[in-house]
């Protein structure tokens, strides 16, 4: 059994430059969440899916940012025109009634963007 | 609105003391989840409790015990005789109507040997 997966871990870019991240859920979990977390600070919220539909987004999802689920599997993330302000941990977890919505989380991918 | 706070942003104890994590939470929805994380150095949050409003029966698991009381909105962490291994950010968290987590600043433990 396997955890909550995301590649890559680590990503340094240069501002300006499109990023992707993936993010691949516990099997058989058919919500899945991105979280942000900054320095210093808890993880904020920033879009949940269950299953291929993307039900809530944040307002701190701007336009640069896009997420998908397109099989209801693994999702993406991307950030189109990086800025130096989108460099933060990027968490992604999921959950199922099989364990009451209690998310689990993955290692997150850490973006620095220069 | 939905918000958590963690006072305490640093602590420091000595192996073997016993230390308590606050934790207060601010909803207007009746049916809420309390919860606690812990981010070790390596960065994954690790999944430790969650409650729910209409359970304040304190928990314990081990040398971690709970505290919720919903007259002070507070949701209570104490480790029982730490170790140089519970060093780590705790995160209290939230989940109202919403499907979201709402976190807490986090309070960074170190437990020193």
């Given at each position: 059994?396997?955890?909550v997966?995301?590649?890559?871990?680590?990503?340094?870019?240069?501002?300006?430059?499109?990023?992707?991240?993936?993010?691949?859920?516990?099997?058989?979990?058919?919500?899945?969440?991105?979280y942000?977390q900054?320095?210093?600070?808890g993880p904020?919220?920033?879009?949940?899916?269950?299953?291929?539909?993307?039900?809530?987004?944040?307002?701190?999802?701007?336009?640069?940012?896009?997420?998908?689920?397109?099989?209801?599997?693994?999702?993406?993330?991307?950030?189109?025109?990086?800025?130096?302000?989108?460099?933060?941990m990027?968490l992604c977890a999921?959950?199922?009634?099989?364990?009451?919505?209690?998310q689990y989380f993955g290692p997150g991918?850490?973006?620095?963007?220069? | 609105?939905?918000?958590?706070?963690?006072?305490?942003?640093?602590?420091?104890?000595?192996?073997?003391?016993?230390?308590?994590?606050?934790?207060?939470?601010?909803?207007?929805?009746?049916?809420?989840?309390?919860f606690w994380y812990k981010q070790p150095?390596s960065g994954e949050l690790v999944f430790l409790?969650?409650?729910?409003?209409?359970?304040?029966?304190?928990?314990?698991?081990?040398?971690?015990?709970?505290?919720?009381?919903?007259?002070?909105?507070?949701?209570?962490?104490?480790?029982?005789?730490?170790?140089?291994?519970?060093?780590a950010v705790y995160f209290?968290a939230?989940?109202?109507?919403?499907?979201?987590l709402?976190f807490?600043?986090g309070?960074?433990?170190?437990?020193?040997?």
């Amino acid at each position: 059994d396997t955890g909550v997966s995301q590649d890559p871990r680590h990503k340094i870019t240069k501002r300006g430059q499109n990023v992707t991240f993936r993010c691949d859920p516990i099997s058989e979990h058919n919500r899945l969440y991105w979280y942000r977390q900054t320095l210093g600070q808890g993880p904020e919220f920033l879009t949940y899916f269950q299953n291929e539909a993307q039900l809530e987004k944040s307002r701190l999802l701007s336009d640069r940012f896009s997420a998908e689920r397109p099989k209801g599997s693994f999702s993406t993330l991307e950030i189109q025109r990086t800025e130096q302000g989108d460099s933060a941990m990027y968490l992604c977890a999921s959950s199922s009634a099989l364990v009451s919505y209690e998310q689990y989380f993955g290692p997150g991918t850490r973006l620095t963007v220069t | 609105a939905q918000k958590v706070t963690q006072a305490q942003t640093e602590i420091s104890v000595v192996e073997k003391e016993d230390v308590t994590l606050d934790c207060v939470y601010e909803t207007r929805d009746t049916t809420y989840y309390l919860f606690w994380y812990k981010q070790p150095p390596s960065g994954e949050l690790v999944f430790l409790i969650r409650r729910n409003s209409f359970d304040e029966q304190n928990e314990i698991s081990g040398r971690y015990s709970w505290n919720f009381q919903k007259s002070t909105s507070s949701f209570n962490f104490t480790i029982t005789a730490s170790q140089v291994v519970d060093s780590a950010v705790y995160f209290c968290a939230l989940e109202g109507g919403s499907e979201k987590l709402v976190f807490g600043k986090g309070t960074k433990l170190t437990v020193n040997p």
